[in-house]
């Protein structure tokens, strides 16, 4: 192999190992329990990670159920209210429901995605009823 046969070929292993998702910027809202049953999963208790690091898909991502256990990297930009977002931190939440039709309805409607009490207060404080993020698939 040439230098640059390698060259190449390193950089499409690269690319490979490490697939580029790009962030995209949204809104999430939160929802409370009741969480059950949902679009996705039904009763099913063990759709829910242990962490509980979960949310419900909005219309824009929801992609017709094909969304339905999708792993999504999500951080908090900004806020309504300064100094509402942990900027530090980053979540990874499973999607396991549709937001416009989950058990307890979100506490607004036509946000990106809808994040658990937990997933919220992971990268917020004072438990906004909306923030917004950047969030990527894993
Ligand atoms: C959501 O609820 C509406 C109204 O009941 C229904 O027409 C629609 O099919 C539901 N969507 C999903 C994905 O369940």
């Known amino acids: 192999m040439s230098i640059s046969n390698q060259l190449k070929f390193f950089i499409l ?21 009741p969480y059950t049953p949902t679009k996705c999963f039904g009763t099913d208790p063990s759709q829910f990670p242990s962490n509980n690091l979960f949310a419900a898909a909005g219309d ?22 300064a100094n509402t977002c942990k900027l530090d931190q980053t979540i990874q939440v499973r999607i396991v429901d549709y937001a416009p039709n989950s058990t307890s309805k979100p506490s607004i409607s036509g946000t990106t995605m809808v994040l658990s009490v937990t997933a919220l207060n992971t990268i917020a404080v004072s438990s906004p009823s909306s923030i917004n993020i950047e969030f990527q698939q894993v």
């Open 13 to 33: 292993l690269f690319f490979h190992l490490f697939p580029i998702h790009r962030a995209e910027v949204g809104t999430a809202a939160t929802y409370n329990p």
């Open 60 to 81: 824009g991502i929801w992609d017709n159920g094909a969304s339905c256990g999708r792993q999504y990297l999500v951080r908090c930009i900004s806020a309504a209210r």
